[in-house]
């Protein structure tokens, strides 16, 4: 059966309906929402709008989610802040425990340079590439290549895993660090429900769940380089940042430099369409971060940008840039001068 960026890694699928999927709640209500509350003034697309605050920017972030995840329909789970917020702008349900998909792949990156930077492994070091580590009918382009056995770095594994979001890839990285001691290394990070799923064979995995407020909590800790060394914490956003990382979602409606701005990993399989993330202010400080999941729309079979879930989310990607363009960021943590050097 195909696997579409679900990112399963062990050789037998356990079916949706058993992961208990098909029992996630109808959409959750948006809390805190004003009745009142109205879409921040109009200014041209992209443009900085020298009138936004942190709390405008949040209640427009609020309304733009609250009214497209409605018109999308289906099941969402969202957390998503705004850098000197005094409200959340969005808490949908965040601790409601969903199958991460390939969003879990930011978790496995931490896990591995990790390792790396207590000296247990090198991004230079060779990795085998095997065919049958390639076999299958995953996506990616590692089982393309059709001539095995080939070897490539560690770096070259983290870059395809968080770009094109390589699923052989995600394999690779169980060779040097078995999905246990992944589990290890994140409950030890204080994420104990973002875990992949263990299966007999020690260096496979599936890329089991999360909830959005870990994914949220482990992209904020992340960008404030509370997680890895900064070298390590850059080599993770400079990739999510890419031109080649994922566009069809919340970078879908915005030109090069603003999708420069942005780091983002999205994950599907099945109806779920999820994506999480962190928008840069213009000097390369993290200015709002979001972990949204959907699943349960129309258009299952649909990976790609007309899925609901994913029109959804570019509509969002697009207000939510807007609304925070003329708002400095956070630059409490080192990562805001790493990442100065990829802003737009």
């Not at 699928?13 to 959750?28: E, H, W």
């Not at 936004?52 to 972030?61: I, N, S």
């Not at 079979?301 to 990607?317: D, K, Y």
Request: aromatic share 6%; net charge positive; with cysteine.
């Amino acid at each position: 059966m195909s696997v579409h960026k679900g990112g399963f890694m062990g050789t037998s699928l356990d079916r949706r309906t058993a992961l208990g999927l098909g029992s996630m709640a109808t959409v959750g209500a948006v809390l805190g929402l004003p009745s009142g509350a109205a879409a921040a003034p109009a200014v041209p697309v992209g443009s900085p709008d020298a009138r936004a605050t942190p709390l405008a920017a949040a209640r427009t972030v609020r309304q733009v989610y609250s009214r497209e995840s409605a018109a999308a329909g289906g099941n969402w789970q969202a957390l998503v802040t705004v850098a000197g917020s005094s409200e959340v702008a969005v808490t949908d349900q965040p601790d409601t425990l969903v199958e991460a998909y390939s969003v879990n792949k930011i978790a496995v990156a931490v896990a591995v340079l990790d390792k790396v930077d207590r000296g247990q492994l090198k991004l230079t070091q060779r990795v085998n590439v095997t065919a049958a580590i390639a076999a299958g009918d995953s996506d990616g382009i590692f089982r393309l290549d059709g001539a095995y056995p080939s070897a490539v770095t560690l770096g070259h594994v983290l870059s395809a895993l968080l770009t094109v979001s390589d699923d052989v890839a995600a394999r690779l990285c169980g060779e040097v660090v078995p999905a246990a001691e992944i589990n290890r290394i994140l409950r030890a990070k204080g994420f104990t429900r973002t875990q992949v799923q263990t299966v007999s064979d020690p260096h496979r995995y599936y890329m089991g769940r999360t909830t959005p407020r870990e994914t949220h909590t482990l992209l904020r800790r992340l960008s404030a380089g509370a997680l890895l060394s900064a070298t390590s914490t850059a080599a993770i956003l400079s990739r999510l940042r890419s031109p080649i990382a994922f566009t069809d979602g919340i970078r879908r409606e915005m030109s090069s430099l603003e999708r420069g701005r942005i780091a983002t990993k999205a994950g599907w399989f099945g109806s779920s369409r999820h994506e999480a993330g962190i928008i840069f202010d213009r000097g390369g400080a993290p200015v709002l971060t979001y972990s949204i999941f959907a699943d349960g729309q129309s258009g299952a079979a649909n990976f790609g940008s007309t899925h609901p879930a994913v029109r959804a989310r570019s509509r969002m990607g697009r207000a939510f840039l807007d609304a925070v363009n003329g708002i400095p960021g956070d630059r409490t943590g080192p990562v805001a001068r790493e990442a100065s050097a990829f802003a737009g």
